[in-house]
């Protein structure tokens, strides 16, 4: 079987910590896959709030997610802080991806990379737009 493999930018523009809560996790008693997802949900809205930002208004475009792939490296437990580094790159037309390094906040080792590929929107025309050209001259 091929295995994922994200190539994370050489630095990263925001960081920012989340605690790993008991409703992240799962039977096996570490954090469940979908709860690390929904925590990197959580580091995107902060780093789009960083720079003043959401998800329906990056310069007027709105958002959307089109993939996310996540490459798990160690297991977190109720407690646990993970300490997400995000940064976005990989520009097209119309998208970019955004990038996650996860680490245990307390330890420094490694959680998790991740990447969740995003296009603009227009919500009300129901089309696709450009990336806003300020957002990408933030990263390129």
């Excluded at 080792?109 to 737009?129: H, S």
């Amino acid at each position: 079987m091929a295995r994922i493999k994200i190539d994370l930018p050489p630095k990263f523009s925001f960081e920012t910590e989340l605690p790993v809560r008991i409703t992240d996790i799962n039977y096996g008693g570490h954090l469940g896959n979908d709860a690390l997802l929904g925590l990197v949900h959580e580091a995107r809205l902060r780093f789009l709030k960083s720079m003043g930002c959401s998800e329906h208004d990056v310069e007027g475009a709105g958002i959307i997610m089109s993939d996310a792939a996540i490459v798990y490296q160690a297991e977190c437990f109720y407690g646990d802080v993970l300490k997400f580094q995000v940064s976005a790159g990989d520009f097209s037309r119309a998208g970019c991806d955004i990038f996650y390094k996860i680490t245990n906040a307390k330890t420094g080792g490694p959680v998790a990379e991740a990447k969740t590929g995003i296009v603009f929107y227009d919500y009300q025309a129901k089309k696709v737009l450009p990336v806003p050209e300020g957002f990408r001259k933030r990263f390129v």
